[in-house]
């Protein structure tokens, strides 16, 4: 998909989706890790952070892919574009995971 819209030059939907689902898959992986691990202590407040946290991931992965190859494609600009950008998934990670904790009463 194409746009007119000029900070949105070079967006494609495909690649955009591949990038939210990557940055979902990888806090989801460690998530279904650890209940795995501890099924038998898993509770039903439990599901807000698995729901939650992956969103945080989908946001990052997508911050990712429009800063280092829509919003800065090639150059230094690209690199440090991809340290920022991996800084701000890190941080929207732990943001969803300060806000589901909360929200299930759990942060303290």
Same mark, same amino acid.
């Given at each position: 998909? @194409?746009? =007119? ?12 989706? %591949? ?18 691990? @501890? ?30 190859? %829509?919003?800065?494609?090639?150059? @230094?600009? @690209? ?18 995971? %300060?806000?589901?904790? =909360? ?6």
């Amino acid at each position: 998909m @194409k746009t =007119n819209i000029e900070f949105l030059k070079g967006f494609q939907l495909k690649s955009a989706l %591949v990038a939210g689902i990557i940055g979902a898959s990888i806090p989801f992986s460690w998530l279904m890790f650890l209940i795995l691990v @501890k099924s038998e202590i898993f509770e039903s407040w439990m599901w807000t952070p698995v729901i939650f946290i992956p969103l945080g991931g989908v946001f990052g992965g997508l911050f990712f892919y429009l800063m280092g190859f %829509v919003w800065f494609p090639s150059g @230094k600009p @690209k690199l440090t574009a991809i340290i920022f950008s991996t800084l701000f998934y890190f941080v929207a990670i732990w943001l969803s995971a %300060v806000f589901a904790f =909360n929200l299930t009463g759990h942060w303290d």
